[in-house]
Structure formats: C-alpha cells, structure tokens
C-alpha cells in the first residue's frame, strides 16, 4: 500500500519532469518580439490594467505560459495567438501603429487589436506577411477605409473585423489575394448599399455583419446574388426600407440568422416563410403591418424569434405552437387582439424567455381555460398590458408556480387584484415570494 503510493509519487514526479523538458518554450526570437511590443505600448502609456505584467525579459521565463498569448499545440514554440485588446484605449488616445512590430511571428493566426483607437500604421509599409494569420480584430480603433490597401499581404485571412472604425468605404481592391474570407464585420461604419457590388469577390463570404451604418435602402435593391453561402445577415440599425416579400428576400436562403431590427421597413414579411434555414430571426422595431403570416410554422427550425416594436394587427398568431425549438419569443408592443392561450407553448420545453404585450385594449392572455404543466422553465417574463385572464377573474397566471428559474418577470398593466391597480413590475423576484402571493 505504501509502497504503491510511494511509487505512484515517483511516477508523478518523473511525468512532471518530462513534461517540463518536453515543452521548448516559445521561440527565442518571438520572445523578444513580444518584449518589444510591451516596450512600444509602455512607451505609449498603455496596459493600463498590467495584463502584460507576465511578458518579463527573463530566460527562464517560457513565454508561451504569458498572458495574452497562444502557442502552436505542436511544440514548435511558434504563436498563434496574439490578443492586444484595449491595451491602449483612452489612456493613449489616436496612436500609429508600428506594425514592423508583428514581422517575428512568421505562425501567427489570430491577431487581436481590438479596442485601441488606432488612427492607422506607420509608414503605410502593411502588415508584414503573416501569410499564416485568418483572424484580424481590428474593430473599435480610429480606421478608415485607407488602411484597407495595406492588408494585401494577408493572403489566408478567413474572418475581418473592423467594427466600429470610420470606413466610408469598402474596396476589395489590393485585397483580392485574400477571396476566401467567411466572416466579414463592418458594423458602426459610415457604409451604405454601394459597397455591396465590391464585396461581389468574396464568394465564400458566411457571415456579414453592417448593422449601425447608412443603408437607406431597401434589401430589394442589395444585390446578394454572388453569396449563396451567406448564413448570417445583420444589418440592423440602419434605415432600411421596403418590405419582405418573397422577391426581397430570394437570393437569402441559406440564411439561419438574419437581423433587421431598428429599420423602417413596413409592409408584409411574408416572404420570409421562404427562409426554412433560419434559426434566429430579428425584425423588431420596424413598421411591419398586417396580419403575422402563419406560413411562418414552417420556419420549425426557429430558435429565436423577436418581432415587437411594429405595427402587426390582427389575431394572436397560431403558428408559434408549431415552433417547438424556440428558446426566444418576443411579440411585445405590436397592436395584435383577440386571445392567446399560453398553453399552446406547454411542450416548447427550450423556451427561456417569453415577452408578450399590445397596443390594442383588445388583447388577452389565457392560461386557465385547460389544466396545463409548462415543459419550459423560463428565465424572462414579460405579460405587460394584455388582460391576463380576464375571462376567470384576472388571476396570476397559475404556470408560475412551476416557474423556478425567472429573473425577471413584468405583469405590469393587468387587472390582477392582488397587485395593486397599475399593475407591478418585479425585477429580480423570488419564487418562493410569487408562490405566496398566488394561494
Ligand atoms: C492543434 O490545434 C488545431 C486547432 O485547434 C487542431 O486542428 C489540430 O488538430 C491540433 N493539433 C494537434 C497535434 O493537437
Ligand atoms: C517600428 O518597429 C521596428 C521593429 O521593432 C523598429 O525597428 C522601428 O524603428 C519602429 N519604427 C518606428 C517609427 O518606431
Ligand atoms: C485616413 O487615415 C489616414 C491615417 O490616419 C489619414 O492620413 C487620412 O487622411 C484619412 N483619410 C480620410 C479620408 O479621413
Ligand atoms: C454611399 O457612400 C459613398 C461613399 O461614401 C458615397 O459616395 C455615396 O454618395 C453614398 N450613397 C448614398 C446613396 O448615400
Ligand atoms: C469605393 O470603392 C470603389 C471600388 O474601389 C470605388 O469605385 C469607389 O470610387 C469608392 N468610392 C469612394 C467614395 O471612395
Ligand atoms: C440615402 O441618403 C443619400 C445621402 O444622404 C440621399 O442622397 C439619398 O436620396 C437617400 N436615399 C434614399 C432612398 O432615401
Ligand atoms: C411603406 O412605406 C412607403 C414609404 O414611406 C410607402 O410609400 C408605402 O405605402 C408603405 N407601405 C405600406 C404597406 O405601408
Ligand atoms: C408552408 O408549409 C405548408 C405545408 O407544410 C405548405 O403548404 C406551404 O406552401 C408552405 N408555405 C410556404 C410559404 O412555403
Ligand atoms: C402545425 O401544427 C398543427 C397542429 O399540430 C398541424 O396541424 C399543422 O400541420 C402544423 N403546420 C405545419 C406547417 O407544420
Ligand atoms: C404536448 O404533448 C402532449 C404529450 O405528447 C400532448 O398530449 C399535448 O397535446 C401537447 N400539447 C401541445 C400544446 O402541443
């Protein structure tokens, strides 16, 4: 018995020895490369929160174990991955970056520059052949469309971020050798329908975020012809207008994720019963009219579904208890009417948050009419304004009290009377206090 545990100690010791040996360390040449890249941004009064107190000039010291860095699971000692996210930020503000800096890393293949306030690079060279690098972040610096030209060199770029900069423009000139981006995000820009036609060269193109720009269009006259692999669309934010018909939205398939809210389309979104791939779908805060489409059942790969904020009438769609893979269902603040019966969720065992509400006096929410046991256990609650059982009294709704999760939860403007007359908005509330009020 001793001797075993004696023995498997030895084991242990000699397994740690060897690993120990096994492991070369990062490159001696990388090693200094990253001890200069502390020096530039200490001298530029970055690295206000010490993350790079790791990065020390000691022999000893294996710098694929510092802070901020990747290294190759090979044990060829050569990063991959360099995150230099708000090193600089506010405390030095519209700095040059001397991206001679990055020539060392001959293996890198994430390069995180994110939240800098980079005005641009010095002397214009471009970035230096990271022919391995294809992930760039360089979203929230001070960037405009002029750096673009310098990245030519960047020949296996996958995924572009430059969110959040001042790109009035997007050209793929001098950036074709890199076609095979998939993850393209310009969101925050000043972009407008005009720079669709010169993203026509990146055919492999899956994900295009352009939310917060300029688009004062409608997406009818985006020409999306050339992405068919296109999964993700965002262009929230924007003043997109028109409407969502069948021929808006035909060039859009294979979308899963499609993101329009905060425009001002109106009219029928009829056609995006046509999208069966979709899986998370946001058109709230538009001005979409009429009455919700119940083509919309066959949309059964749903996760999220958001669609307040418009000017929806009619009845309480019946299509939502077709959508069993709903986690997010949001219909809040539309001008629907008529009766919804929560029991039609009961088996929606995903559903996590619920917003329900109307601008119509005429709208009412039913939960008593069947003996029913939700399979959902949610998170967020929201059952503002819609009559909750006005047919039975106005009683909380009895669900509730198989409800252990909810964080936030708002009756507000109901005629519950055990609240008080204006209703009641908890935040935070306690299931043991909601099972009290309900006997
Ligand atoms: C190293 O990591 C990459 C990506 O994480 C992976 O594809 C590859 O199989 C790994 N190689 C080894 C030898 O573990
Ligand atoms: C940029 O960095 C390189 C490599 O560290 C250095 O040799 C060069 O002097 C720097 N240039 C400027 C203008 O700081
Ligand atoms: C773009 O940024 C560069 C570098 O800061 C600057 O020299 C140039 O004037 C800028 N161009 C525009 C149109 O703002
Ligand atoms: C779109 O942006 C480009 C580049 O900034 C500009 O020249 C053009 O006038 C804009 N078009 C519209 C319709 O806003
Ligand atoms: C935007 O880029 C395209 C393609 O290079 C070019 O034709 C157009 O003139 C540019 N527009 C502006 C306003 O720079
Ligand atoms: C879009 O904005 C541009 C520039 O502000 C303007 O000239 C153009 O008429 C607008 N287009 C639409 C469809 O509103
Ligand atoms: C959509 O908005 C446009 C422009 O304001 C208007 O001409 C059109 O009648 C609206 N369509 C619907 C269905 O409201
Ligand atoms: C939706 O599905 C039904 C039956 O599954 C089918 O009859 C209908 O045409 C579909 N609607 C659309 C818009 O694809
Ligand atoms: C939706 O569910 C109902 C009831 O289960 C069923 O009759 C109907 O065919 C379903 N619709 C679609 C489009 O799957
Ligand atoms: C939920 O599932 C049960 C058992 O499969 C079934 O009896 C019931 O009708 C379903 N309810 C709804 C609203 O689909």
Not at 68 to 73: A, H, L, Q, T, V
Request: include cysteine.
């Amino acid at each position: 018995m001793k001797l075993g545990i004696i023995f498997s100690s030895v084991v242990y010791f000699v397994a740690i020895l060897m690993q120990n040996q096994g492991c070369k360390g990062c490159l001696e040449k990388e090693r200094i490369g990253l001890l200069e890249i502390k020096d530039y941004i200490l001298s530029q009064k970055g690295d206000p929160y010490n993350e790079l107190d790791s990065w020390v000039d000691d022999r000893a010291s294996n710098c694929c174990t510092w802070n901020k860095i990747k290294c190759s699971n090979i044990s060829s000692g050569h990063i991959t991955d360099l995150s230099l996210k708000m090193l600089l930020d506010f405390w030095s503000s519209n700095t040059m970056l001397n991206v001679s800096l990055f020539h060392p890393f001959e293996e890198l293949r994430l390069l995180d520059l994110s939240y800098n306030l980079f005005r641009g690079w010095i002397g214009n060279e471009g970035f230096p052949g990271l022919n391995k690098l294809d992930t760039l972040d360089l979203s929230d610096n001070n960037l405009n469309s002029s750096i673009l030209r310098s990245l030519n060199e960047l020949t296996s770029l996958t995924t572009l971020k430059l969110g959040y900069n001042f790109m009035h423009n997007f050209s793929a000139q001098g950036f074709l050798r890199s076609k095979e981006l998939e993850v393209l995000e310009l969101p925050g820009n000043m972009l407008n329908g005009s720079i669709i036609p010169s993203l026509h060269e990146f055919t492999s193109l899956k994900n295009l975020r352009l939310g917060d720009n300029n688009f004062n269009c409608s997406l009818s006259s985006l020409d999306f012809t050339k992405f068919s692999r296109l999964e993700l669309l965002d262009l929230s934010s924007n003043q997109l207008t028109g409407s969502l018909h069948l021929e808006d939205v035909q060039n859009l398939r294979n979308l899963k994720v499609l993101s329009l809210s905060n425009n001002y389309m109106n009219g029928s979104i009829e056609g995006l019963c046509k999208l069966k791939d979709l899986e998370d779908l946001n058109i709230g805060n538009n001005m979409f009219s009429a009455q919700l489409p119940e083509c919309l059942s066959n949309l059964t790969n749903l996760q999220v579904l958001e669609l307040s904020n418009n000017l929806f009438t009619g009845n309480f769609p019946s299509f939502t208890s077709n959508l069993t893979s709903l986690t997010y269902l949001s219909f809040c603040e539309n001008y629907m009417q008529g009766t919804f019966s929560l029991s039609t969720l009961a088996n929606h065992s995903k559903l996590q948050v619920l917003y329900i509400s109307s601008k119509s006096i005429a709208a009412n929410i039913e939960n008593e009419n069947t003996k029913w046991f939700p399979k959902f256990q949610l998170k967020s609650l929201i059952l503002r304004n819609c009559n909750i059982n006005m047919d039975k009294g106005s009683v909380i709704p009895n669900f509730l009290s198989y409800q252990y999760n909810l964080i936030l939860i708002d009756l507000s403007s109901n005629v519950t009377p055990r609240f008080s007359k204006r209703g009641y908005t908890f935040f935070f509330f306690k299931v043991i206090k909601l099972k009290q009020r309900n006997r």
